[in-house]
């Protein structure tokens, strides 16, 4: 199994709560304030990676990508509607359920058809799809630290390389 790739979604979880963690020290008010941006709110962007996150476990557990999609994306209003803290324990419960599908997998360069509806079919490692879940959320947080800034509020570092160090 490829250690990088594991450490990688760590690394995830870890600039997840991290963030939380900031959005924690901020007024409350901040997380529901409409904001120009991506997404109209702190809380929406949460939301949308962790619905994201939610959508790519159910493939990786062999549902198909339109199939997935479909059946998730009723929960974003569900997701947007949480507070910080209810935010947080989803969040642990899903990379809970990721940590313990990874344990399952002898091979994380093993292949599935990824039949996307935005693009073509493609072979996709889990791998590969672990790491675009990484790099998804790295886009969104950083939609969030800009959000933080807009609002007149520093954010939080959640670099890789920072994660190094923080997990010693």
Not at 56 to 73: H, N, P, R, V, Y
Not at 97 to 112: G, N, P, V
Request: hydrophobic share 40%; proline share 3%.
């Amino acid at each position: 199994m490829s250690k990088p790739v594991i450490a990688m979604y760590d690394y995830h979880v870890w600039a997840n709560q991290t963030l939380i963690n900031r959005l924690k020290e901020v007024p409350r008010e901040l997380y529901t304030q409409e904001m120009k941006s991506v997404f109209p709110t702190i809380a929406t962007t949460l939301a949308h990676i962790h619905l994201v996150d939610i959508v790519w476990l159910e493939i990786l557990k062999g549902m198909d990508m339109k199939e997935s999609m479909t059946a998730s994306f009723p929960l974003m209003e569900q997701l947007d509607a949480k507070s910080l803290e209810e935010m947080e324990t989803s969040y642990q419960e899903v990379a809970e359920k990721y940590r313990a599908f990874i344990r399952t997998l002898d091979d994380l360069d093993h292949t599935i058809v990824l039949d996307n509806p935005y693009t073509t079919v493609r072979d996709t490692s889990y791998a590969e799809i672990l790491l675009q879940i990484v790099t998804h959320a790295n886009y969104h947080r950083g939609n969030i630290s800009a959000m933080l800034r807009q609002a007149g509020y520093a954010s939080t570092m959640t670099d890789y390389a920072l994660y190094w160090y923080a997990k010693e």
